[in-house]
Every structure is written in C-alpha cells, then in structure tokens.
C-alpha cells in the first residue's frame, strides 16, 4: 500500500514527465494579496498569469498547494468531522497549462494516473462535462464530452453533464472563467449517508458520501465582462485540482480521509493524550471531536507557520475561531489543559518532509497554540455554562433560538466565536439570532473604528477595471533609479482616479489620485519600508506625493495635484523627499539588528516583520521569553561597534539560487522571483558580497557605508503576542531628537534638585530611601494612635454611666485620624450591645466630633445624626451623618469638652423620659 508522501510524490513524479515544472506551494496566508484570506485552491498563485498581469515562467506547472477553506466562498467548516472527506486544511494536487495544452492531454492524463498509474478500477469513476446554459449563451461542452470517450476507455453511459453549478468555474464577478469536467469516484453503495432520506438515490452530485468528487479540471476560454458578457480568451489555460486526502483514502482502500496515514497518527496521539478511544463511527460526539481536532490542528499548524497569528480581526481571527473550535471539542474527549499544542510534532512528522518550513518553526507554533489555549481554557468552562443557561431560555422560546444578546456577551466576554455558539446550538437543535449579533458587532465596530485600513487602492483598481471592461495591464515602470539618486526626469504615462485608469486628457487637482510615470526614483512601499513623498513636478504644475506603492510592476505615486496642471504626457521631474535619508538609514540598521539578535540569540531568531520608516524602525521577531537588560545591552553594543567600523554597504542582483548558496537570509513565506537582491554589510565590493557578515534578501533603500547611520538606540522592547517580540529603535536624527529631550530632562531635574547631573543617580535614590522611611514611620505612628485610641475607648466604656442595658460612653480622645476614631465607634458598639457613643477629639487645630447609637438606642427616638447637629455649633461647626452615625467638624478645638458635656446631658434627658 502507498503512503501518502509517495501518492503526492507519484502525481508531482507524473506530471514532471509530462514536461511540467514543478512550482512549490504558495504559503496559505497570501503574500501581498488582500483580496483573499488564505489560499484556498492551487490556481492562486498563478492569478496573475490568467489577469495577464504577468507572464508565465514556464508553459506547464504541477504542485501540491497548501489550502485552507474556512472563509468566503469556499467554506467548508461546518462539514468537518461530520462527513469523511471535507476538511479545512486540504492539499491540493494540481497540473496547469498556460496557453499550451489543452482539454485533450488534460483528459487523457488524468485518467492515464488514476486507472493506470494508480490502478483504480475503470468501473469505479465517472466524469462530468459542462451541459452548457440557455439564459448566458454557453454551449455545451461536446469538445470534451467527445474527448473523453476518444482519449480515454471510460464508457459513454459514465459520462454525465450539469448545468453550470456545477460544471461551469468562475474565479470572481468578472475575469477568467470556463467550463470543466469533473472526476468522481463510487466509494460503494455502503458509504451512503443519506440512507434514511426519503426518495433519495444515490449518484453523481446526488448529495450523498457514495459518490465523491477526486479531481476538477478547469478549462478556462472565456473572459466574463463587467456587463456579464463571455468573451472568448485567445490564451487558453488548464487549471486542475485534485484533493490528496481524497486520493489517498481510494489508493489506502478507506472509507475515510480520516482513516489514512495523513490523519491516523495525530488521531492515535490525541486517543493517547485524552485517554478514549477513537471507533471511526460517523454521528459519534466523541469520534467527532478526535476527527474535527485532527482537521483543525492541521490547519492551525500551517497558518501560523504561515504568519498568521491568533488576534481579533481578519486572519488572526480565522486561526483564533478554528482554535476555540477545536479547544471546546476537546472538552468532548475530557480535556480541560491545553493539550493541541502537543500534537504539533505529529503533524511535522506526517507532513514536515513535504512543507519543510513546518518542522522549522514548530517550537515556535507550539508556544502560540498553548498560550491561546491556555488564554482561552480560562473562560471556556464558564462560558459553556452561560451557554447552558442561555440555551435553556433559547428552548422556551417559540422559535427556538439563542438571542443576540446572549450570543454576544458569549463573544465579548467569553470568546466565543459565533460559529462555536452556534455549533453549541445546533447540538441542542436551537438557533442563534444572528441578525442580532452582527447588529451588535456592528455597533462595537463602530466604536473601535479607527486607523482602518487604506482601501483607496483596491477601490481603484476595481473602477478600473469594471470601467474600461477588460483586463486592465497596468504599465510597468522603470523604477531602478531609487538606488542611485533621489531625483530624476520623467513623463506621465497615465493615473488612476475613482473612475479608472486614465491616459489622456489632466490629472483632476485636489483630490486624491495615483500618478503613473515612465520612469520614477520613488521607492515603492515593500518589504517593511515605507512609500516615499516628494514632489512631481512640471514646468506649471506641482504634484504632491503622500504615498508609493506598486501595482504588479506599476509604481503608483498617491497624492494630490495641488498647483497648475499636469496632463498625459507631460515631462515631469520626479523629487524624492529628504526623509528618505532618515528611512535609509534605519533600512540597514534594521539588518544590523537582526544579525545582532542571532549573534546573541541564536540563528532560530526569525524576522515576522518590520517597518521602516523615516521616524524611527520597528522589528518583530520570533523568541520565547522577555530579553535580559543586558542581552539588550550586547546586541545595541554589536550594532554600534559595526556603525563605528564604518563598513561599506553593498548590494547585488542575482540568480536565486546563488542567494540561497550563500545563506543569505530570505524572509519566510515570502514569494521571490528568479532574480533576487543582496544586501551585504561589511563586504569589500560588490563581488566580494559573499564575505559580508550579514546577507539579506532586500530589496530596500541602504546607506553606502554604516557610519552614516550615525547611532543607534533600542527605546522599546515588548511582547507582541505569545512566541513574539518587538523591538523599537532610533538611529541618525530621530535619535538625535531623542538624546535631546532626554538631555532637556536631565537639566531640569538637575536644576530642580540642586545636585549637577553626575549626582542625580545618588540623589534620587536618596530620595526614594528617604520617602520609604518616612512613609513606614508614619504607618507606625497611625497604628500606635489606633491601637492607643482602642485602649482609650476601651477605658471609657469601662467607666462609663448605664441607663437601664444603654452605656452613655462620652469622652475626648486623642487620636489624630476619623477612621480610627470610627472604629472605635463600632468596637464600643460591638462590646457594649447597647450604646449611645460620642468621641471628640483634635487634630491641627480643628476640633472632630464623633456619634455613634446602636438600633436599640435609635428605636428609642435618639439619633446620632441629632446629637451631632445639635453640638456642632459649640464647636463652631457643623455636621450631621445617619441615625446610627455621624460627625462633625468645627474650627475651636477648646470647646470640645463643653460639647460633649452637653452632649451626655442630651442623652440623658432623651433615656430617662419614657
Ligand atoms: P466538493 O463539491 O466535494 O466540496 P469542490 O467542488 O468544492 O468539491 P473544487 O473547488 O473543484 O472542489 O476543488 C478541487 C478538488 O479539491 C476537489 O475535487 C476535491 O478533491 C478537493 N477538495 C475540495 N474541497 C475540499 C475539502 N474541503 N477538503 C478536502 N478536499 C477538498
Ligand atoms: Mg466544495
């Protein structure tokens, strides 16, 4: 029997016969497409190519492509776990033709591996063929219902045609499209699930788990228009996707994609862990949960090995949701630690010798999955129990449904993501009121609403290409200039405003639009550094330029035509602003660093982001724990002894490969073309680049020799999420900037302290051991007075007169704070039973009174809010409180014993009246 790893190799083995290049997996989080979360079929990577963005590298492509299908159109969540062979995280086996081969060799292949290669029986496998649609002019697919009795054995009974749901593939509203055939298989007739289903019979789309579909291959010939319309492509592409568990389960002779080698591992060690066990049952709790977990740990390893991490929005968002999905499932299996994390290194070992990049960052997956977990598992059981509650009032309702309400406070307060709530729900068989919930997350986002993110450029480029109805192929720029100058001479080829791409007639003023040149020295927003501003100008017009980004290989100058005109054609002069000496600067500072923080921590330091900007650099990287001072100290040391050294910068283009060989360092999950740049620090010339100590691929903006960096300053050091740090830093005059307001400081203090700046250190910490002193002195000092006051009182209800079971305690103390003296209150209250209390006393020249009755005393009639009022102006003050306590201030301290003398015969007169 085949193992996995030799299936997937087979079909790439196959296909690279066929003259096919092999092309790795694109990573799952997209690289620099916002358009999509994750990938979700193997055509993503080679959009470009049927946009006719870009050309394709090679006629033929084959790959096994990394999928994730948990968002958007494809969403296959909810069938996880419940059926056989859908998951979230899939891999997809795929062959291409960029305008060479055609429906003919596509067909023929297919089925050439399937029954020969892989040998499975003919009789087993139908194929479907597009039926062709009235309503949009579509014919029938006869080409290919034709080739496949023609190229292949199958029969022509087994070759069935649909409508265009399902044999008609689109990428998006418009773009390229066409229709395809697909392959099923006949797993037999005990798979039916839908068995217990009146009327149903089991066949090829029929729904049920009998017949699968293995393979999809996409014949794509037609363009769809913004208005609808078909037109045909005169390039010709295939796209084919196969889904490898699928296969695997049919070549292991399983029922379940479960079942096989790609999920039985992480299975056995999740039955090992929890300690129950998995039967392979279908509508089992618990052998759900082994399956949905098995499913979900995948996909968790792969998108954070990616660089996406659990947060609240977007991506992070998608990981943190599967995360809690699984999590809430290992309650089902008794687990209430955090435990998914353990099965990460059986996931590297099915998968890590296919996707290397898993092995390599699995300390650091396993570190973000326990601490989310961890992070989670804190609300998780008393949210399932706010659930219960919320699902009981759900169930008398006539509806039968979880309010938005209490689906909400689940998301806000417990973490449950709505997808969890109402999986939670339809286990009971209620629903969730979801129009509710998302009005509330609405109203939430509202508030949180601001720093969104820029959506000028998508909206842009989505007007232009519904406006001019084709594929818009935005024109390439020479931009190679920003390496040698700041400014130089150029011609408008075009702009981009809202109504679309524009190449004729003025650029509209003020208002915000993307000018397209020949030629530009602007650096193009990439790689962590910032676009650059400046100024394009003409003889009569004068354009600012607030942002550079780029377009496929477009340069787009953002910004506002402010003075004159400008117009299509125009010889313009492009000037790039002084700032970007400050962004070179902290550019190559940014590579010094991270060759500082592998010198002190260790090579598995891997970069996870960065901004470069004129201000100052930011630099996230992979570590476990909080840095020491001192590690912090050594790497600003190794940065600035380079600085000092004043080494040259160089930088060279070359093949890929000879980058690779020479350890520079890529950043991960990047996509780079065959052509890549070196940066090198410390090499003599450029071809000397190989003895440079530091190698990255970049393609930046650098200073020529380190010296002009002119310093260096981490200002900042901090966590940024589990497994995560970041480091902020200043170089050249931002840190110049810095020292200054910080020497500013110094004098002040110095100034205010009278000591010169050597002797602040010593004066200050003086001053905090003094403080110190003084605040445990005065601590003392209160808890004498308390403790003295206690005896006092204590003394004064001892001798104190009785009327009937009421003490009469009156007497001046000599504490200095209300609140002791309250507590003596209460404490005669407490020991006395019954009481009528009042104490005076003195503190800086004021006088305090003090009533307190027990309710006995205050049934009687006498208050202590009464007793106070009444004395309070013997005092010279006033005051009032409740029944049972109260006080009052007054400014003669000498008269407080005649108010208390008054005092005892109030209460005097009050007890013994009946
Ligand atoms: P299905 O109808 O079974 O959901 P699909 O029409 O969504 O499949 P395509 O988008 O054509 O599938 O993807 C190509 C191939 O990828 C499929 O033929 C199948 O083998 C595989 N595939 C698709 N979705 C999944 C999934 N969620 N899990 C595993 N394999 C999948
Ligand atoms: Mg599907």
Redesign the pocket.
């Known amino acids: 029997m085949l193992a996995a790893k030799q299936i997937r190799d087979s079909f790439i083995d196959f296909f690279q016969q066929k003259g096919h290049t092999f092309v790795p997996s694109s990573p799952i989080v997209p690289v620099n497409d916002e358009t999509l979360l994750f990938a979700n079929?193997g055509m993503n990577q080679f959009k470009d190519i049927f946009l006719g963005l870009v050309p394709s590298q090679y006629p033929r492509a084959v790959n096994s492509q990394k999928c994730l299908?948990v968002s958007g159109k494809?969403n296959?969540l909810e069938e996880v776990g419940k059926d056989t062979?859908?998951?979230t995280f899939?891999e997809?086996l795929g062959n291409w033709s960029f305008n060479d081969y055609f429906k003919a060799e596509a067909i023929q292949w297919a089925w050439e591996l399937l029954t020969e290669v892989w040998g499975i029986d003919q009789d087993r496998l139908w194929a479907t063929v597009f039926a062709g649609d009235q309503n949009e002019g579509l014919p029938a697919d006869n080409e290919a219902a034709e080739l496949w009795t023609k190229v292949t054995s199958i029969s022509a009974e087994r070759v069935l045609a649909f409508g265009k749901k399902d044999n008609f593939w689109e990428m998006g509203e418009t773009g390229p499209c066409g229709p395809c055939s697909?392959i099923h298989i006949d797993l037999g007739p005990d798979t039916c699930d839908k068995k217990v289903i009146k009327g149903h019979k089991c066949q090829v789309n029929g729904d049920c788990a009998r017949f699968?579909?293995?393979?999809?291959l996409v014949f794509i010939q037609f363009n769809r228009q913004a208005d609808g319309k078909l037109l045909p492509l005169s390039a010709k592409y295939v796209d084919t996707?196969?889904?490898l568990?699928?296969v695997v389960a049919v070549l292991q002779h399983k029922k379940s994609n479960y079942d096989t080698d790609l999920f039985m591992p992480i299975i056995s060690r999740a039955s090992e862990i929890s300690g129950h066990k998995y039967t392979a049952a279908l509508g089992n709790k618990t052998d759900n949960a082994f399956r949905v977990i098995a499913d979900h740990i995948r996909a968790i390893v792969f998108a954070i090995t990616d660089g996406a991490t659990p947060s609240n929005e977007g991506r992070g968002y998608v990981i943190r949701r599967i995360l809690r999905r699984a999590s809430r499932f290992g309650r089902e299996l008794g687990m209430h630690e955090p435990f998914i994390y353990k099965l990460v290194p059986v996931v590297v070992d099915c998968l890590g010798d296919a996707f290397t990049e898993i092995k390599e960052r699995a300390d650091y997956v396993s570190t973000v999955i326990e601490a989310e977990e961890a992070n989670f598992g804190r609300t998780l059981d008393r949210g399932i129990e706010i659930f219960a509650a919320a699902a009981k009032r759900a169930a008398k309702t006539a509806e039968k449904t979880i309010s938005g309400d209490d689906a909400f406070q689940l998301y806000d307060t417990y973490g449950f993501p709505l997808d969890l709530t109402q999986l939670m729900a339809e286990e009971r068989g209620l629903k969730v009121d979801t129009k509710k919930f998302n009005e509330l997350m609405e109203e939430q986002r509202e508030r949180a609403r601001s720093g969104q993110k820029d959506v000028w450029l998508s909206g842009m480029i989505k007007a232009t290409s519904s406006v001019s109805g084709k594929l818009t192929v935005f024109p390439k720029t020479d931009d190679l200039y920003k390496y040698q100058t700041d400014r130089c001479e150029s011609k408008i080829i075009g702009w981009i405003d809202s109504e679309g791409f524009k190449t004729e007639g003025s650029v509209p003023t003020n208002t915000e639009v993307g000018l397209i040149l020949d030629k530009t020295c602007f650096y193009a927003e990439a790689g962590g550094q910032v676009g650059d501003c400046g100024i394009i100008r003409s003889n009569d017009g004068k354009f600012i330029v607030e942002n550079t980004t780029k377009v496929a290989s477009c340069v787009i100058h953002r910004g506002q035509l402010t003075d004159g005109t400008l117009a299509g054609g125009d010889q313009v002069k492009a000037i790039v602003s002084k700032d970007r000496y400050a962004t070179k600067k902290n550019h190559t500072a940014t590579h010094l660093l991270q060759w500082a923080l592998q010198n002190v921590f260790g090579k598995s330091v891997s970069q996870q982001g960065s901004y470069v900007g004129p201000d100052y650099l930011r630099f996230d990287f992979t570590y476990p724990k909080a840095p020491t001072s001192e590690q912090l100290r050594e790497i600003e040391k190794l940065v600035r002894e380079k600085i000092t050294a004043d080494l040259p910068v160089t930088c060279l283009a070359m093949p890929r490969e000879k980058a690779e060989k020479l350890g520079a360092m890529a950043l991960f999950g990047e996509k780079y073309g065959n052509e890549v740049r070196v940066v090198g620090l410390g090499a003599e010339a450029d071809d000397k680049i190989d003895e440079a100590f530091s190698k990255e691929f970049c393609g930046g903006t650098h200073v020529d020799r380190l010296g002009t960096i002119g310093g260096f300053k981490i200002t900042k050091e901090e966590s940024i999420s589990a497994g995560v740090r970041r480091i902020t830093a200043l170089t050249g005059s931002g840190l110049m900037d810095y020292l200054e307001k910080a020497s500013d400081i110094v004098d002040e203090l110095s100034a205010m302290l009278k000591v010169p700046s050597e002797g602040l250190i010593e004066r200050v910490e003086q001053l905090i051991k003094d403080n110190k002193q003084l605040t445990k002195k005065l601590k003392t000092a209160a808890r004498a007075a308390g403790s003295d006051i206690m005896t006092e009182a204590k003394k004064l209800l001892e001798n104190c007169e009785k009327i009937g079971e009421a003490h009469i305690i009156i007497g001046k103390v000599s504490t200095g704070s209300v609140e002791s003296a309250r507590e003596a209150v209460d404490m005669l209250k407490k020991k006395a039973k019954s009481a009528v209390i009042v104490l005076g006393f003195e503190e800086d020249g004021k006088a305090t009174l003090l009533a307190g009755a027990t309710d006995d005393i205050v049934k009687r009639g006498l208050k202590a809010g009464d007793i106070v009022k009444s004395i309070a102006p013997i005092i010279d003050g006033g005051g009032g409180g409740r029944p049972q306590m109260a006080q009052a201030g007054g400014k003669d301290p000498a008269k407080i014993r005649e108010a208390l003398i008054k005092a005892s015969e109030l209460i005097k007169e009050k007890l013994k009246s009946p």
């Open positions: 079929a299908r494809h296959d062979y859908h998951h899939f997809m697909e699968i579909e293995l393979w999809n996707g196969a889904g568990e699928r």
